[in-house]
């Protein structure tokens, strides 16, 4: 048995491996779920230019305003918050996610996010009537 064929499993195994890694390193940043962490993540940087990048309509309304003010707050107050079930309709998809704080209690409500060519976005406009329509807590 030579040496080069002691050393083909590891190789095989190192291509797997990196391909694997790189498959989802380029999905992360794909789908409903990479959306709302991406719109979250612009509130906690305060990045209003990714806040945009990452939502239906440019031009938020004063009730999807008061949600990110909320949201900021909440980041603010170290509440996590934590993507769970996803239901896709064509290009809507409604995701139920979970605000946890640090006192133990949870809340949650829905975020409705639509495909536009490849990109997910989220619809702030439905959002923040779901939002609010389920009363979040101060």
Known sequence: ???????????????????T???????????????????????????????EAVTVTKELSSKEKAMVARLANWHHLRVSMQVGRIERTGTESRAAVVFSY?????????????????????????TATIFWDSVPPQ
Request: net charge positive; glycine share 8%; no cysteine.
């Open 1 to 19: 048995m030579g040496t080069s064929k002691v050393w083909m499993p590891y190789v095989a195994a190192g291509l797997l491996a990196s391909l």
């Open 102 to 126: 640090p006192s133990g209690n949870s809340w949650g409500t829905v975020w409705v996010v639509q495909r536009s060519g490849k990109e997910w976005r989220v619809n702030v406009n439905k």
């Open 21 to 51: 890694i790189r498959v989802f390193f380029e999905l992360q940043d794909y789908g409903p779920e990479s959306a709302i962490r991406r719109f979250s993540e612009s509130i906690s940087h305060d990045n209003l230019s990714e806040l």
